[in-house]
């Protein structure tokens, strides 16, 4: 019985290897965060090593992706990354969403969640050491600043769904 299970397991891994998720290598940088505020070159490469593959539209992707259930796993990592905060299309954001983006960035990197604890294991070139969380938390506070100085306060407030305006 447990034979028959293990040949089981095993053709279904065998079968995984021809079914792969898609990549994410659309490189799509029109709405990039550098189209409105500029990246120093110290901030370029702390995105690089430890933002871009999965907070991006184009991930590195390793010779180990290639291997399943590996790929479908990086896959929805890269899927849920992007979902939280994209360098590529962040001047596509809401002005609100941008300014609340950037704070989350600023907490994440603080609290030492980002990158993470998983990325890092394998990655340990992305390991962010105190000065380059430094940077990069000054220049997404930076930004944060130029919205607070070039935009009503009330734009900078992302707004709850159905929720009543304020009384007087």
Not at 107 to 112: C, L, P
Request: proline share 5%; aromatic share 8%.
């Amino acid at each position: 019985m447990i034979k028959k299970i293990l040949v089981g397991l095993l053709v279904i891994l065998i079968a995984m290897q021809f079914i792969r998720p898609e990549k994410n290598l659309s490189g799509d940088t029109s709405k990039d965060i550098s189209t409105l505020y500029p990246m120093s070159d110290s901030v370029k490469l702390i995105y690089n090593k430890a933002c871009a593959d999965c907070h991006s539209n184009k991930t590195n992707y390793p010779w180990y992706t290639a291997i399943q259930p590996i790929g479908y796993w990086t896959a929805d990592h890269v899927k849920d990354g992007k979902k939280h905060f994209n360098f590529n299309e962040f001047a596509g954001y809401r002005i609100a969403k941008q300014n609340h983006k950037l704070e989350e960035v600023i907490d994440e990197i603080k609290e030492g969640e980002m990158p993470l604890p998983s990325y890092t294991l394998i990655h340990s070139e992305a390991k962010l050491t105190e000065d380059e969380k430094e940077i990069l938390t000054k220049w997404c506070q930076s930004i944060m600043d130029t919205l607070k100085a070039t935009y009503p306060a009330d734009s900078l407030v992302i707004k709850k769904q159905g929720a009543a305006a304020p009384t007087k």
